[in-house]
C-alpha cells in the first residue's frame, strides 16, 4: 500500500503555544506538537508535513497546493478562522481532500461565537479538548478513515 501523505496546518496565534493562554491551551509549543505528530506518522507509516499561518489568504493558498501534492488527508486547526472564515470553508470544498478539524480546548465550552464552526459540517470528523493530543486523536482517526476508503474504492 503506498504511503498515505498527510498535511497538518495551524491557523493563527497558534504559533504561540506554549505561553498563549496556558488555561486554554496548556504549555506544550507547536514545536513539541509537530515532533509528536511526526513521530506518530512515523510509527504509522505516514508521511506528515506541517504549516502554519496567521494569514488566511495564505491559509486558502496552502490548501490549494495540497490538491497539487496529492496530499492524501489534512489536519487542520483553523484556530479564530474556525468561526468566520467561508474563504478556508471554501478551499477545503473545492479540494475534496477528507480532513479533520481539531481544536485544542473544548470550543463548546467556551463563549457562544466559538460554538459556530464554518467548516465542521464538511469534515470528516471532529476531536476538540484534548490540548496538543487532539491533533494526534485526528491523525489516528484520518488514517483509519482513508484506508477505509481506499478499501471502499477497491471494492467497487
Ligand atoms: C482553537 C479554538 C479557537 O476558538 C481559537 O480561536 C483558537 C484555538 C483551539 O485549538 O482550541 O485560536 O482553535
Known sequence: MKTLRILVIHGPNLNLLGTREPGHYGHTTLADI??????????????VTTYQSNHEG????RIHQAASESIDGIVINPAAYTHTSIALRDAML?????????????IHRREDFRHRSMLADAATG???????????????????H???????????
Open 34 to 47: 509537530n515532533q509528536s505528530l511526526i513521530n506518530l506518522g512515523d510509527s504509522l507509516g505516514l508521511e
Open 58 to 61: 495564505e491559509l486558502v493558498d
Open 94 to 106: 473545492a479540494t475534496n481532500i477528507p480532513f479533520i478539524e481539531v481544536h485544542l480546548s473544548n
Open 126 to 144: 471532529i476531536v476538540a479538548g484534548f490540548g496538543g493530543t487532539s491533533y494526534l486523536l485526528a491523525l489516528r482517526g484520518l488514517q483509519d
Open 146 to 156: 482513508l484506508y477505509q476508503i481506499t478499501e471502499q474504492n477497491r471494492g467497487e
